[in-house]
């Protein structure tokens, strides 16, 4: 979808993915790959203070779950399991800077980047929807 604002140039091209948090890595991925018949196209992991953060990209189809399995559960949302709603753009900056027009604050000012997940990395930032849900704009690089 085009930004409705004139010469913006902003696009948002549709779902990016699902983030889901799980405990085990191992036992989310067998269940998505054998019993669901997704497939794995990308595994990562970031090293933290607290041990790695592992994340599978899990797909069947169109459709692309996140998988996030952090070190403790206590870094798990108590919110709930499902995470986040990812949206793909071409231009994450764009985008970014469009919505900021618009009114709109983001988790933190700049894009994080992650050159470890996906082939080439990613970029990405967080906005929130009017209930608090978290809506991150995904960059694959």
């Known amino acids: 979808m085009a930004c409705k604002d004139e010469g913006c140039g902003c696009t948002i091209g549709g779902l990016a993915h699902i983030g889901v948090f799980i405990k085990d890595i191992e036992v ?22 607290e041990g790695v953060i592992k994340i ?16 403790t559960d206590q870094q798990r949302k108590t919110d709930g399991i499902v995470a986040h709603i990812a949206l793909d753009v071409d231009d994450i900056d ?31 930032i967080n906005l929130f929807g009017p209930d608090g849900e978290t809506i991150e704009l995904n960059q694959t690089l």
């Open 56 to 71: 599978a990209f899990m797909r069947i189809g169109n459709c692309v779950i996140e998988l996030v399995a952090f070190p």
């Open 28 to 49: 989310s991925k067998k269940f998505y790959t054998d019993i669901l018949g997704f497939e794995c196209f990308s595994e990562s992991g970031i090293d933290t203070d």
């Open 94 to 124: 764009a985008v970014q800077a469009c919505l900021a027009k618009k009114g709109i604050k983001f988790e933190t000012e700049e894009p994080i980047e992650l050159p470890m997940v996906m082939d080439n990395g990613v970029k990405y």
